[in-house]
């Protein structure tokens, strides 16, 4: 059956030269006349094209997966050989830190054949019942009865938990002694150490407490309130060095720790070493706000050393954040004094004695430090005492 064949057009062919045969198309097989030359033509320049090329794109495609392996296989040849060295080093390392075998020894002597032993008969026996050995203290060799050890450490903590009761209700007495039954039961305790010395802190036996704070701070070298505590007991005996010791190193491991800093600024002002002070009080200050502790301090240090300036702006940030606090107004006061302005010095104390009582702030200027405004008249209205009267004949 023959293929039904389009309608012809009256439209002349585009491929149609007019001066005779025909436009190559672009498709041959479009259905339009062509020349072999110009298949031929098309063929060479699409076998020369990668995209038209099968063969030669399939070739590229390997080349390019048989690079892609190459790498990988070097990545991993590259990956293999550096372990390969990092484990041999390891092995070299460790070969060259131990030890070297010991020496055999040697023999000056020639040493002379011994007779080879007849073998005994052998004699097949029952085995026996194994025994297990006694725990040895790994210190001296002392085998150690572990039932009177756990015996001691319940005694012990029972002795504690009393002390502990006594020491909150006060009874120091009854504490101390159930405090050193404990000790002497286990030694090495570290909470019954510290505890005890923190009630002995608080009776203010300085000295007793010092030796079981010092245990205790051998037992846990790293604790900081037993630290703390050792370098309170230190300061209040004036064994400073050992005090600042404490305190610094507390400081170094915990920058923010206020009980240290102040341990450190009051040991500071007792060796009069006041520039290294003014530096904890000005942290203690500036880690909070509201120590007017440490500010007086502050002032008084500064008023100690000279400048007035720095002194008046640390009482006067006291007295204006607590207006109750005396010992503010008290350097206040000073402070004008020796800076040689007696009105302001003298209205400092009207202020004080309107707030805390005038026979209250009149026991300051008793002392030698107000004596020279007593030539003033609001001095001596205010604070004078008046001479007895005399009875007239």
């Not at 297990?132 to 504690?160: E, Y």
């Not at 290294?276 to 909070?288: M, P, Q």
């Not at 030539?375 to 001479?387: C, G, K, S, V, Y």
Request: glycine fraction near 6%; charged fraction near 20%; include cysteine.
């Amino acid at each position: 059956m023959d293929t039904p064949r389009a309608p012809r057009t009256s439209e002349p062919s585009t491929a149609f030269k007019p001066g005779g045969g025909y436009a190559s198309s672009s498709d041959p097989f479009s259905g339009e006349r062509f020349s072999v030359r110009d298949v031929e033509q098309q063929v060479r320049q699409r076998s020369r094209d990668r995209d038209f090329s099968t063969s030669r794109s399939r070739r590229a495609q390997r080349r390019e997966a048989g690079g892609n392996d190459k790498v990988l296989w070097l990545t991993v040849f590259a990956i293999a050989i550096g372990y390969a060295g990092f484990v041999a080093y390891s092995e070299l390392r460790y070969r060259r830190s131990s030890p070297p075998p010991p020496a055999a020894a040697e023999t000056s002597a020639p040493v002379a054949s011994a007779p080879v032993p007849v073998a005994a008969p052998v004699v097949i026996a029952e085995p026996a019942t194994p025994v297990a050995p006694a725990p040895v203290d790994p210190g001296g060799g002392i085998p150690v009865d572990l039932a009177a050890l756990t015996a001691d450490v319940k005694q012990s903590l029972r002795l504690h938990e009393e002390a502990r009761r006594f020491a909150r209700e006060r009874r120091f007495g009854e504490a101390d002694d159930r405090f050193a039954a404990a000790v002497a039961l286990t030694p090495h305790r570290f909470d019954v150490l510290y505890d005890w010395g923190q009630s002995l802190i608080e009776q203010k036996r300085w000295a007793t407490a010092r030796d079981p704070l010092s245990v205790a701070v051998a037992v846990q070298p790293a604790s900081v309130p037993a630290r703390l505590a050792l370098a309170q007991c230190a300061f209040q005996l004036r064994q400073y060095p050992d005090a600042l010791a404490l305190a610094s190193w507390v400081v170094e491991s915990e920058p923010y720790s206020e009980p240290a800093h102040q341990i450190a600024a009051d040991v500071l002002i007792g060796m009069e070493d006041y520039d290294a002070a003014i530096r904890h009080l000005e942290k203690l200050v500036a880690l909070n706000s509201n120590n007017h502790v440490a500010e007086n301090s502050l002032g008084a240090v500064h008023l100690r050393l000279g400048r007035y300036a720095q002194a008046i702006r640390a009482f006067e940030n006291v007295i204006r954040d607590e207006p109750g606090n005396s010992q503010a107004y008290y350097y206040l006061a000073q402070c004008f004094v020796q800076k040689n302005e007696p009105a302001l010095a003298v209205d400092v104390l009207i202020r004080a004695s309107a707030r805390f009582g005038r026979d209250f702030v009149g026991t300051w200027t008793k002392g030698p430090e107000f004596a020279s405004l007593a030539q003033f008249p609001a001095f001596q209205e205010n604070f004078a005492i008046a001479a007895p009267a005399t009875a007239t004949p």
